[in-house]
């Protein structure tokens, strides 16, 4: 079974320019996540989708990120304009559902590292 | 706030022994508990999950759970040098529509041949 695909590996842009992620999840996972790491720290949720709507975007600061999910499978992440502060690697993961007891099991894609200089 | 609390480590144990990974959380309502682990530059891998008080083994992996006392706990035998990664605790969210993973920092373990 394959797993969670993520690109670029690896991105580095100045201050101020914009960048996008993309994410393809696990076949058959409804359910789409995308974290941010910071060094140091464990992830912090962007968001979730249940299919290609949104569940939960609290945490998403909107003002310079968004994010889709067109036809429930594949997902971007834009940031415009980027900060320094926004210099993080940002997971992806799937799962089958979310709700549910034994329907959570979260499985992560290899990561963006974004350095914005 | 609901919090999920780590020792940030390093966690540093001989190879062959056991280490004991430790967490605890402030959602009393919480029913599922997950621990992932974090090779450096690499994301994070599902280990194990717990849903019920005690034990649950899988190989050399041991989860422990204690609702009671909020407490849940990795333990990993005969430890590798291959071991050696974060250990990063999460607990689902006891209420809500959508209950979300409350992540820990994680703890650094190191184990020495």
């Known amino acids: 079974e394959a797993g969670v695909a993520q690109s670029p590996r690896y991105k580095i842009i100045e201050k101020r320019q914009s960048v996008a992620f993309w994410c393809n999840p696990i076949?058959?996972?409804?359910?789409l996540y995308w974290y941010q790491q910071i060094l140091g720290q464990g992830p912090k949720l962007l968001i979730q989708f249940q299919n290609n709507g949104v569940v939960d975007d609290s945490q998403l600061p909107k003002d310079r990120f968004s994010a889709e999910r067109l036809k429930g499978v594949d997902s971007t992440l834009k940031i415009q304009p980027a900060k320094l502060e926004d210099s993080a690697v940002y997971l992806c993961a799937s799962s089958l559902v979310s709700i549910g007891r034994g329907a959570y099991e979260q499985y992560f894609g290899p990561g963006t590292r974004l350095t914005v200089t | 706030q609901k919090e999920v609390e780590q020792n940030s480590g390093p966690l540093s144990v001989p190879e062959g022994a056991i280490a004991s990974l430790n967490c605890t959380y402030s959602?009393?309502?919480?029913?599922?508990f997950f621990w992932y682990r974090q090779y450096s530059g690499k994301s994070p891998e599902l280990i194990m999950f717990?849903?019920s008080n005690g034990d649950k083994e899988d190989g050399r992996f041991t989860a422990q759970l204690n609702k009671a006392s909020q407490y849940v706990s990795l333990l990993i035998r005969d430890s590798q040098p291959s071991d050696s990664a974060t250990y990063l605790c999460?607990?689902?969210?006891?209420?809500?529509?959508?209950?979300?993973?409350?992540w820990g920092l994680g703890t650094s373990l190191a184990v020495n041949p």
């Open positions: 076949s058959g996972h409804a359910t």
């Open positions: 999460a607990v689902k969210e006891g209420a809500g529509n959508n209950r979300k993973l409350i």
């Open positions: 717990i849903y």
């Open positions: 959602d009393r309502g919480s029913q599922s």
